[in-house]
Structure formats: structure tokens, C-alpha cells
Nanobody
């Protein structure tokens, strides 16, 4: 049984930082394309950061480039999202997801497994 469990969300002031974690069980994060998605109220779910199965390629939404970093810890079988210089537009529910693709994929429909989400709220 696959489980993706996110943690690390919370409330932070604009300009601050958070690190999200996604602990995986039932699958290896090195065997899937792994991604972080977010969804704000009234908006569509969007891919924030994605890492390829091999870990050699990453992709970021334009709005987070230079501020967010996706990474994996193979020993802990955990995916991370380091978020710096947060702003109000980053407020959303953040989801970890796994896609059974060799290449980078960014459409939510391509992801097979999802976590329950963790809320990030940025206030000014």
C-alpha cells in the first residue's frame, strides 16, 4: 500500500522560509518521477517543482524559480521542498505526488499517487 505523508506546512510571514517533507512508503522515491503541487482556493492545482526518476532533472514553476528547491533523501525515502522568500501568492495546500514515468511530467493527471496535503499560509 502506497502512502505519501506530507509535513512541514504552517503559517509564516512574508519573506520567511519553510521546508516541506513527504515521507513515502510502499514505493521508492527513486523509482518515480516525484513532484510537489499546490492548490489555492478557487485556483487549479499546479506543479510547483518536479524531479525526474533518476534525480538528474528538475523543473520549477516560473513563480518559484530561484526560491524553491526540490530534493530527495534516498536513505529516508523522503521528498523535500525547501521554500525561501515566501510571499502571499505562495499560500496554498501543498501536495506530494508520484508519477510512473521515466521523464519529467508536470500534469497532475499524470500522477498516480498523492498525499493528503499540507497547508502553507503566508501573511504580510
Amino acid at each position: 500500500q502506497v502512502q505519501l505523508v506530507e509535513s512541514g506546512g504552517g503559517s509564516v510571514q512574508a519573506g520567511g522560509s519553510l521546508r516541506l517533507s513527504c515521507a513515502a512508503s510502499g514505493l521508492l522515491v527513486t523509482k518515480y518521477c516525484m513532484g510537489w503541487f499546490r492548490q489555492a482556493p478557487g485556483k487549479e492545482r499546479e506543479a510547483v517543482a518536479v524531479v525526474s526518476r533518476g534525480g538528474t532533472s528538475t523543473s520549477y514553476a516560473d513563480s518559484v524559480k530561484g526560491r524553491f528547491t526540490i530534493s530527495r533523501d534516498t536513505d529516508k525515502n523522503t521528498l523535500y521542498l525547501q521554500m525561501n522568500r515566501l510571499n502571499n501568492e505562495d499560500t496554498a495546500m501543498y501536495y506530494c505526488a508520484a508519477a510512473d514515468y521515466f521523464s519529467l511530467v508536470t500534469l497532475s493527471s499524470q500522477y498516480k499517487f498523492w498525499g493528503q496535503g499540507t497547508q502553507v499560509t503566508v501573511s504580510s
